[in-house]
């Protein structure tokens, strides 16, 4: 399977390792872009401060990014001036499109399919592998939404589906971003223009909109909000809800176990793990089952870890691969 990857920026050079951690697993990188130093391009994906060194050398020359063995064409073009001509398929991880309308820049560039890594606004398809995957259709221009859309809808859907929700409140307890200054700045909102890596700073997440996009009839029932902490990798999911079937303690943690094994969304540990325990985890939500309660009142408590970019970049792959097989179908 041949893909295009727009971008190489956190997500994109996140693709890329995960591909080279599984061996490129039947894709092939056929086009890379982005408007960036090539050199500098190549030095962050060789060496990374949140997952390690790559261990194998990365070098750009002659329009050619080489990673090992591997040899893949690399072009500095603005916008959607990528040429995916030989792809199956296109990964845009530039960040550039906000909304649908935007997005349909791609139609006009005349390529086949694309999966974007963010969320957008307007009327479009947002899939989450794990929620929502059967509304994927023939749409050939689909978002995958964020990475805490991704981890929060998994659950969601999975409580749903099997003792049903009433209500309900998350919070993402996120890593600092690109989105904040490592010192104090004016901003739109004020708060997330404090410095990253010094307070943790309440805030608000984009999931919460998103969610109406993925699950329509759930969103409405729940509520969301963020702190963003002075960590550099790996979120988490603090989820409470009240049930529509009373749960025991018990029972949600063999609910979680039977989920991780329809598929990779769903993940668990039984240890007293800590965030940097799970860095590079494939799974979109790992239950910490010890974490699991369900008080008096019968509404239960989860929480879930998830790596921000590693896990969405694996779900970026399996979504990818969805499209293609349609399509070649």
């Given at each position: 399977?041949?893909?295009?990857?727009?971008?190489?920026?956190?997500?994109?050079?996140?693709?890329?390792?995960?591909?080279?951690?599984?061996?490129?697993?039947?894709?092939?990188?056929?086009?890379?872009?982005?408007p960036?130093?090539?050199?500098?391009?190549?030095?962050?994906?060789?060496?990374?401060?949140?997952?390690?060194?790559?261990?194998?050398?990365?070098?750009?020359?002659?329009?050619?990014?080489?990673?090992g063995?591997?040899?893949?064409p690399?072009?500095?073009?603005?916008?959607?001036?990528?040429?995916?001509?030989?792809?199956?398929i296109?990964?845009?991880?530039?960040g550039?499109?906000?909304?649908?309308?935007?997005?349909?820049a791609?139609?006009?560039?005349?390529?086949?399919?694309?999966?974007?890594?963010?969320?957008?606004?307007?009327?479009?398809?947002?899939?989450?592998?794990?929620s929502?995957?059967?509304?994927?259709?023939?749409?050939?221009?689909?978002?995958?939404?964020?990475?805490?859309?991704?981890?929060?809808?998994?659950?969601?859907?999975?409580?749903?589906?099997?003792?049903?929700?009433?209500?309900?409140?998350?919070?993402?307890?996120?890593?600092?971003?690109?989105?904040?200054?490592?010192?104090?700045?004016?901003?739109a909102?004020?708060?997330?223009?404090?410095?990253?890596?010094?307070?943790?700073?309440?805030?608000s997440?984009?999931a919460?909109?998103?969610?109406?996009?993925?699950?329509p009839?759930?969103?409405?029932?729940m509520?969301g909000?963020?702190?963003?902490?002075?960590?550099?990798?790996?979120?988490?999911?603090?989820?409470v809800?009240?049930?529509?079937?009373?749960?025991?303690?018990?029972?949600?943690?063999?609910?979680?176990?039977?989920?991780?094994?329809?598929?990779?969304?769903?993940?668990?540990?039984?240890?007293?793990?800590?965030?940097?325990?799970?860095?590079?985890?494939?799974?979109?939500s790992?239950?910490?089952?010890?974490?699991?309660?369900?008080?008096?009142?019968?509404?239960?408590?989860?929480?879930?870890?998830?790596?921000?970019?590693?896990?969405?970049?694996?779900?970026?792959?399996?979504?990818?691969?969805?499209?293609?097989?349609?399509?070649?179908?």
């Amino acid at each position: 399977m041949r893909i295009a990857i727009n971008g190489l920026g956190r997500i994109g050079r996140s693709v890329l390792r995960a591909l080279i951690a599984r061996g490129f697993d039947g894709f092939d990188v056929v086009a890379l872009n982005d408007p960036a130093d090539p050199e500098n391009l190549a030095y962050l994906l060789e060496y990374d401060s949140t997952f390690g060194p790559l261990g194998v050398p990365v070098r750009y020359a002659d329009g050619q990014l080489k990673i090992g063995s591997h040899v893949i064409p690399l072009t500095q073009e603005a916008g959607t001036g990528l040429d995916p001509r030989a792809a199956d398929i296109t990964l845009d991880c530039s960040g550039q499109f906000k909304t649908f309308e935007a997005a349909e820049a791609w139609r006009h560039a005349n390529v086949g399919p694309v999966l974007i890594s963010g969320p957008l606004e307007g009327s479009g398809p947002v899939i989450v592998l794990g929620s929502n995957e059967d509304a994927l259709g023939q749409a050939d221009l689909v978002s995958m939404g964020s990475c805490t859309t991704n981890a929060t809808a998994v659950l969601l859907s999975m409580f749903e589906r099997v003792v049903g929700i009433e209500t309900g409140h998350f919070t993402t307890i996120h890593c600092y971003t690109n989105s904040q200054p490592t010192i104090d700045r004016p901003g739109a909102k004020w708060e997330r223009g404090r410095a990253a890596a010094l307070s943790m700073v309440p805030t608000s997440t984009s999931a919460t909109e998103a969610l109406g996009q993925v699950l329509p009839g759930l969103a409405e029932r729940m509520t969301g909000a963020s702190i963003r902490v002075p960590t550099a990798s790996v979120s988490a999911i603090d989820l409470v809800f009240q049930p529509k079937t009373a749960v025991t303690e018990a029972d949600v943690v063999r609910l979680v176990k039977a989920a991780a094994e329809t598929g990779p969304a769903i993940g668990w540990t039984d240890q007293p793990l800590v965030s940097s325990d799970v860095r590079a985890r494939p799974e979109t939500s790992i239950v910490a089952l010890p974490e699991i309660r369900v008080n008096a009142a019968g509404w239960v408590r989860v929480l879930a870890w998830y790596d921000n970019e590693w896990g969405f970049a694996c779900r970026m792959l399996d979504v990818s691969r969805m499209m293609v097989a349609r399509s070649a179908n």
